[in-house]
């Protein structure tokens, strides 16, 4: 049980805390304008707007960019059902098939590869 003492418990709170107000308001502001299926892309947005804003007048602590990497690579596994869903989706969709996979292919990777330039430089 010494990797609970060893766990920085406020940088963890503090970063799922962060998340869930960006996405939980973000869900509500988009709600009262009647589109709620936004609001997921809108608190990512808004965070990720916050989060430049703040880096370019003050640094991101240390601790919470440890914690938000660990959360990255435990939630990986978030996305193995929404994988099997889409396999099960591509089984039906027959002709559509390669339309699919490109708009697939160009929405994850593009945003994987801006991800990836913003981490490598500000990082």
């Known amino acids: 049980m010494d990797w609970i003492k060893t766990i920085d ?5 503090a ?3 962060l998340i869930i107000l960006f996405r939980e308001g973000a869900v509500w502001l988009m709600s009262q304008l009647d589109h709620p299926e936004l609001g997921n892309l809108v608190g990512l947005i808004a965070l990720l707007i916050v989060l430049v804003i703040w880096r370019k007048v ?14 990255m690579k435990e939630s990986a596994f978030a996305f193995l059902p929404i994988s099997a869903g889409s396999l099960l989706m591509l089984v039906h969709m027959g002709a559509e098939i390669p339309l699919f ?3 697939m292919v160009l ?5 994987l590869w801006v991800y990836a330039k913003m981490a490598k430089k500000w990082l």
């Open 107 to 111: 929405s994850t990777l593009i945003p």
């Open 58 to 71: 003050h640094k991101i602590p240390a601790r919470i960019v440890d914690t938000n990497n660990k959360i």
């Open 101 to 103: 996979l490109v708009v």
């Open 15 to 17: 970063t799922i805390a």
């Open 9 to 13: 418990w406020k940088a963890w709170l």
